[in-house]
């Protein structure tokens, strides 16, 4: 099985900052890597497929990169909706989900 | 519009079953896969499984296989999770999922709004 690892579990920013999240596959999985955005009572939301690809409808400010087994989400200026939880996936073989990184306001 | 609608909440005792639902519109719902994935509260998601509507292949995390069945019926559009006999720890929310085709990716582009299943004596 692919486990998958991301890093930070929390992080705390401001309206403006640039931040990011990693996640680190366990063995090679390619592009083979989607982010999702998670609110309080909703379900997942894609942002980014295949590791650098922006979902339609999805801003600008969101970027992916990477490929192999380390990864990074960035939001270049952190905007009031973007407070939520971010989760890593794999689609290589099947698929697995990163532990989440919640991302508080400071 | 794509749209995946699922079954209401459920409460349930242990050892009891259950089949909740997911309703697909918008799309032709024999050439995308479904997939489910379960939200323990306060927890991450975690993929179950997920089933071709067109000849109902389906595949399964190796930590639910046994545990749950997915299946379909094609002439509702709707995309089924069955347990029977249920456990406390199946308590969460579960989600539909649509697998994305365009990319080759695979990522889940459309999902249902979750299910709670809670499940206590």
């Known amino acids: 099985d692919i486990q998958m690892t991301q890093s930070p579990s929390s992080l705390s920013a401001s309206v403006g900052d640039r931040i990011t999240i990693t996640c680190r596959a366990s063995?090679?999985?390619?592009?083979?890597l989607n982010w999702y955005q998670q609110k309080p009572g909703k379900a997942p939301k894609l942002l980014i497929y295949?590791?650098?690809s922006l979902q339609s409808g999805v801003p600008s400010r969101f970027s992916g990169s990477g490929s192999g087994t380390d990864f990074t989400l960035t939001i270049s200026s952190l905007q009031p909706e973007d407070f939520a939880t971010y989760y890593c996936?794999?689609?290589?073989?099947?698929?697995?989900f990163g532990q989440g990184t919640k991302l508080e306001i400071k | 519009e794509v749209q995946l609608v699922q079954s209401g909440p459920e409460v349930k005792k242990p050892g009891e079953s259950l089949k909740i639902s997911c309703k697909a519109s918008?799309?032709?719902?024999?050439?995308?896969?479904i997939g489910w994935v379960r939200q323990v509260p306060g927890k991450g998601l975690e993929w179950m499984g997920i089933?071709?509507?067109?000849?109902?292949?389906?595949r399964y995390n190796p930590y639910f296989q046994g545990q749950v069945t997915i299946s379909v019926d094609r002439s509702l559009s709707t995309a089924y999770l069955q347990w029977n006999s249920l456990r406390a720890s199946d308590t969460g929310i579960y989600y539909c999922?649509?697998?994305?085709?365009?990319?080759?990716?695979?990522?889940?582009?459309?999902w249902g709004q979750g299910a709670l299943v809670t499940v206590s004596s």
């Open positions: 999922a649509r697998r994305q085709v365009l990319s080759g990716y695979d990522p889940f582009d459309y």
């Open positions: 918008g799309y032709s719902f024999t050439t995308f896969w």
């Open positions: 089933i071709y509507p067109g000849d109902s292949d389906a």
């Open positions: 063995q090679t999985i390619s592009a083979y």
């Open positions: 295949a590791a650098s």
């Open positions: 996936q794999q689609s290589y073989s099947l698929y697995t």
